[in-house]
């Protein structure tokens, strides 16, 4: 009888420690993914960058033509986030890796962002861009990310960054403090900040009137 319970409990320990390194191995899997995206975004970025920095003196036109369908240098970056959040809900937010690439991406970020705003400057474009401060003990942020989320799918053409305060970056702290960033969640849409959880329908009210009419009928017709 006492065998039967020591097979049972060898067996189980077996079942345990197998289910336990699939689950390491598949967290790692996802992670060398993760960082694999990150490089090919990182050589993106540089090279919008480079690209950037030869055609200052080329026509706005011509730097349209290159950009194409894109909303911002890099398209990318929003599936970035996502996996590093799918990532963070798997390891944890303390976790080493996952520190160590939101910082790299919040760098990357920060880059698409600049180009961006220099963009629209040379060119007299009316862009939409929103920057969202967050952190893991926020409360209301989980609900403001998914709000966000639907904002991404229905105003395409407004650009969202990511950054999350609570992680240990100069960067994004005088960036926190250029716009008086005081709690989280908060929100700036093209430069006028928004402290707390902000719904859908005051986002959208917001946007509407930024949106140049053009993409608003383009929006309507899609």
Not at 123 to 137: E, I, P, Q
Request: net charge positive; aromatic share 10%; charged share 25%.
């Amino acid at each position: 009888m006492h065998r039967k319970y020591i097979v049972a409990f060898i067996i189980t320990i077996a079942i345990f420690g197998l289910a336990f390194q699939l689950s390491n191995y598949i967290s790692n899997k996802k992670l060398r993914n993760i960082r694999s995206l990150y490089e090919n975004i990182n050589v993106d970025v540089l090279s919008n960058e480079t690209m950037f920095a030869l055609m200052e003196k080329a026509s706005c036109k011509s730097i349209a033509e290159n950009l194409g369908d894109k909303y911002g240098f890099n398209s990318e970056l929003a599936s970035l986030v996502k996996r590093v959040k799918f990532m963070e809900s798997q390891l944890g937010s303390n976790d080493q890796d996952v520190l160590s690439l939101k910082k790299q991406y919040t760098l990357l970020q920060i880059k698409d962002y600049l180009l961006n705003d220099d963009y629209s400057k040379r060119c007299n474009l009316k862009t939409v861009t929103l920057l969202y401060f967050h952190d893991t003990d926020c409360n209301e942020c989980a609900v403001q990310s998914a709000v966000l989320d639907r904002v991404l799918k229905e105003y395409p053409e407004t650009r969202v960054y990511w950054f999350d305060i609570s992680v240990d970056s100069p960067v994004v702290d005088m960036l926190a403090r250029q716009f008086r960033i005081k709690e989280s969640p908060s929100i700036v849409i093209n430069g006028f900040s928004y402290a707390g959880l902000q719904d859908f329908n005051a986002i959208s009210k917001i946007l509407d009137k930024l949106i140049p009419p053009t993409d608003k009928v383009q929006k309507s017709k899609a």
